[in-house]
């Protein structure tokens, strides 16, 4: 499936370091969200921007910090993570927010490693 | 807030049809659903269920939806090794944001 690319597939980064995860939809979807899949954990909502407004943020820890350019794009700017960051990042896509316009659909996520 | 459960393997044998179990608190829920994930993969959305139906069926998949026992399952018939993958229930609450259980990991035997 290609209608929610993310890139890079892979990331190994050190805990000073700086990176920022991308991801694309080729849907025309107006919504876009940021989840976090840790072993052993259900997948934890981060962000959720509409129309490329940040509406949800769920306590995330500011060294995380989205960035939504435009409806079609999204973005995970990393900086001086911590080991428990390590995780799988998923991005999604939706055509809008409220009821049957909210079926979100996947990219194949971010496999992150903090060292 | 809502509170979604699911059981955390299943094992069956190939060819036999396989029920995944999945219980919700919120009664508010308006849609249900299940997403697949295989291994190094991301979630791939199968079905979904609109709160106010009893059973949805495509292809080799049905979804069977209790409310009063806030109760979902999903049943794969002719199970395949290519099924073989974690299984994730999602109910969206009342603000539009979707809860997932932990996921079921599938595991057909040949």
């Known amino acids: 499936e290609t209608g929610v690319t993310q890139t890079p597939r892979h990331l190994v980064m050190g805990m000073t370091n700086k990176k920022s995860l991308k991801c694309e939809q080729h849907?025309?979807?107006?919504?876009m969200y940021w989840y976090k899949q840790s072993a052993k954990k259900p997948l934890e909502l981060m962000f959720v921007?509409?129309?490329?407004?940040?509406?949800e943020n769920n306590s995330v820890p500011s060294r995380f910090s989205p960035e939504c350019p435009n409806s079609s794009h999204l973005f995970l700017h990393l900086h001086t993570l911590q080991p428990e960051d390590s995780a799988l990042y998923l991005c999604?896509?939706?055509?809008?927010?409220?009821?049957?316009?909210?079926?979100?659909?996947f990219g194949p996520g971010t496999r992150l490693l903090v060292l | 807030g809502e509170d979604v459960e699911q059981s955390l393997f299943l094992s069956v044998r190939e060819g036999d049809s396989s029920v995944i179990n999945c219980t919700y608190t919120?009664?508010?829920?308006?849609?249900l659903y299940w997403y697949k994930q295989e291994p190094g993969a991301g979630l791939q959305l199968l079905t979904y269920?609109?709160?106010?139906?009893d059973m949805k069926q495509d292809q080799r998949l049905t979804v069977l939806l209790n409310k009063k026992d806030k109760h979902l399952s999903l049943r794969i018939a002719d199970t395949q090794t290519g099924d073989s993958a974690i299984y994730f229930c999602?109910?969206?609450?009342?603000?539009?944001?979707?809860?997932f259980g932990s996921g079921t990991r599938l595991l057909v035997r040949p």
């Open positions: 999604a896509s939706s055509q809008g927010r409220g009821l049957d316009r909210e079926t979100q659909y």
């Open positions: 849907l025309g979807h107006n919504a």
């Open positions: 921007y509409s129309l490329e407004e940040r509406v």
């Open positions: 919120d009664s508010s829920s308006t849609y």
């Open positions: 269920i609109f709160s106010n139906m």
């Open positions: 999602a109910v969206m609450d009342s603000s539009y944001k979707l809860i």
